[in-house]
């Protein structure tokens, strides 16, 4: 057989499957072009085979390398994520994935905390020191917002201000979780630095607002979203310093191949992070400054740590 | 990063900016893998799309921001956290591959081993956009460059590559064959061209009309002279120094006819099968042992 009697012949082939896939991109094929579909697929990748063996010149073999790649693509795809998929992931692989990677994790609250309190602990002691690691305006920000007492913690339109607040630390938290994760690619430095810095700007605000005695209208705000939100940093840093990592530590595996099998891992922990900064934009802009006494913003504050902790180490186990 | 350049063969495919992959039939696929321009101009066009969203959003909740300043600043801030981080990961990670930019360009994002692109692999090869765009997309164009498969950052961590996918037709009969004349037998040595060379050939004649007449023989000029070398020539001189295109297509015309011949021979022992096929009813499945 020569090459224009194969085309002749094996041309209504090619046509139809150039349809179906056509079709398929927009439709649901039917059953029996499904089928048809499978086999044109195979045939075509046996035409595509013959014409390479033969010599049969670029253009041919461009042709059918094209149409059967584009098969190729609609054939086999990936699952189709589901809801019940879904729920399964955030109820049990995703802690379990957490804690497969526990130390990064470890090792990334360890950079955040310890900062964190050691910054608390001593601008609470000297509060003049705040204004080295804050800036100044924040400082007066800070001192108008705490003034009321923390039973009252309202203003007229709070409905209205906490849909901008909700919306504003959406953009902002999750904004920085992700990009600590991102820059953990460079070699992890980067996110070890966000880690810090924000582990000592929010324990030297915290010690700033007990120094000036607003100890109790803080914390009765921030006890609620702190669970997720200081968690889910933590979480986030931990994946990125996962990703920088598998270029410091590839292990028996090549720098790419240690990038990928750990970056596969470590996204899903950060969207995880991204989703718990998402609740926590919630909390802190309904609930934590809503006019409610502030004893039950401390029992609500403590079941959620309770609950998000119980839900990492947890959830999941023994199944 | 730097793979042994074992033959020389290998070394010709690496230069080359494909994507082979090999497909659970057994075949290997080849990918064009699309460079930093065009992918910057899918870039801009997102871009573009992705501020025209946010102006006439930003218009809307003016207007509603008389009513309700803070849901419109909310909402505003919340439309700002999707457009930055999350239109690049719902369109490549639920339309297969391609954001509106990319359908534009034709271009697709696969993972590097030939699957289609994973929502987690949208996920990740984007947060990571976050470090390739530092300075001016600096480093994400660096690692393009570096890289064999022009990878920037997230492509090399989520395993991903960008591909280019022009349509592609397919390839008509070069010209009309029947008034071409072959060359006569006489004039010809015993040499037989490779069927890759008169392929060649082929898919020069058949995209002859892309190129002027003079740029046409002169780009067919040195296959000619080689071939008619090799074939010991014996008619017209000037035919493939002066008219090197007409040459070759009698060339191709004169080897075509003797394949016919050929295969004419060999249906006689192989089975009639054939022939019922050609003018039976269009069949479901047809394997190579069939002919």
Redesign the interface.
Known sequence: ?????F?K??????KRFEKLVNRSATSKLRPKEAA?FS?L???L??D???V?S???????E??L??????G??RF???PP?NLANAIRFATVDYPRLFRKHIWYFYTAAALFFVPLIISWTVVQLNPQLASRVLPNEALEQYDKMYEHDADEFTSA?F??????????Y??NN??IA??A???G??MGGMTVYVLLSNGISIGATAGYMVAMGHGRTFSSFVISHGSFELTAIAIAGGAGLM?GNAIVHPGQRTR?EA??VQ??D???I??GAAVMLFIAAGIE?FWSPAPIPAIFKYIVGATLWVVVYLYLFVAGRGE | MSQSISTSKASAEEIGLDLRIETPENVILTYQLAGPAIRLGAYMIDFGIRAVVIVIISIFLLCTGMVMPGASGGLYALVWFFMEWGYFIVAEGFFRGKTIGKHALGLRVIDDRGHPLTFWGATLRNLLRAVDVLPLYGPGFISMVLTQRLQRMGDLVAGTVVISERRVVLPREPIILEKIEPLPRQELGSYVPERGTLSLIEDFLTRRHILSHERGHAMAAPLASVLAKRLRFQGDPDLPLKFPMAFLARLYVTFLKRDDEEDEDQIDWKPKRKRQRKSGRPRQRQTVSDW
């Open positions: 057989m020569n090459k224009r009697q085309v012949q094996r041309k209504p082939a090619w048809q086999t697929l195979r045939e990748s046996n595509l085979a013959i390479r033969r010599d049969w010149g670029q253009h041919l461009g042709f390398n094209h149409l059967v790649g584009r190729h693509n086999y795809r990936a994520g339109n409905g209205d201000k906490s849909m901008f607040m909700s919306g504003f959406v953009y999750a904004g992700l990009r994760f991102a820059v690619i460079l990703l790419k990038l990928r970056g596969l470590a996204v899903k950060a969207f802009a």
